[in-house]
């Protein structure tokens, strides 16, 4: 398969709390980029870090970066309902395609 | 809204089938991704085009698919003779320049979602 692997495969947590989303992959990349997808629809790009950065916040979300482990994460700081969804990391190499994770399935209780 | 655009946004057709998929990325980009989704499954990478060269296909991309971007602009996906196990969601996506600015980030349509009887 082409596809990395995310931690946990699915994620209940209460509103207010932090929800931590693990990410390995294969290759060496230029970048890396975290997506988010509600049921049946398209992915909403959230982040993307350089592979010289080894950490990046954007409002809520802060994105990891541990290129020798080849892992990644995904922390969601006071988690809202509206948080529910799938999240999905995926590493881009120099061929530029984009090698997405197996996702992790958050739900966000009120 | 992305900016990106597919149609159809569902296709339902009969084993054996030809189906054809639209997709018009943001006018400026310069590079166009088509990636396939089954259910419960992140993305799987099809082919790229960058301009109206396509650069990268997929070994999952059988001799009953291909893909176009005629002028560089719009890009069309055909899958001839349709099987049961090519329902999916097919997703296209773009990046390039924007303004000045050169991003690797891809943007999504919001898919095409086959289901083949």
């Known amino acids: 398969s082409q596809q990395g692997e995310e931690d946990p495969q699915a994620l209940s947590i209460q509103e207010g709390e932090n929800a931590t989303m693990n990410c390995s992959y294969k290759t060496s990349i230029n970048n890396l980029q975290w997506y988010r997808q509600n049921s049946g629809r398209g992915l909403v790009h959230l982040i993307l870090?350089?592979?010289?950065?080894r950490e990046k916040h954007s409002g809520r979300l802060r994105v990891t970066l541990d290129t020798s482990k080849k892992s990644s994460s995904l922390l969601i700081t006071a988690s809202r309902a509206a948080d529910t969804a799938s999240y999905f990391c995926?590493?881009?190499?120099?061929?530029?395609?984009?090698?997405f994770g197996s996702g992790t399935r958050l739900l966000v209780r009120p | 809204d992305t900016g990106v655009s597919q149609d159809p946004r569902h296709k339902i057709t009969k084993r054996g089938q030809n189906v054809t998929f639209r997709c018009d990325p943001i006018s400026e980009h310069n590079r166009l991704y088509w990636y396939r989704q089954t259910l419960g499954q992140g993305p799987e990478f099809l082919t790229y085009?960058?301009?109206?060269?396509?650069?990268?296909k997929s070994r999952l991309l059988s001799d009953r698919f291909s893909a176009e971007r005629p002028k560089g602009s719009f890009s069309t996906l055909e899958i001839q003779r349709t099987e049961q196990g090519d329902s999916a969601m097919y997703l296209c996506?773009?990046?390039?320049?924007?303004?000045?600015?050169?991003?690797?980030?891809?943007?999504f349509g919001p898919g095409t979602r086959l289901t083949v009887l």
């Open positions: 085009f960058q301009n109206e060269a396509q650069l990268e």
């Open positions: 996506a773009s990046s390039g320049t924007s303004g000045q600015l050169y991003t690797d980030t891809q943007y």
């Open positions: 995926a590493s881009m190499d120099s061929s530029y395609k984009l090698i």
């Open positions: 870090i350089r592979s010289n950065e």
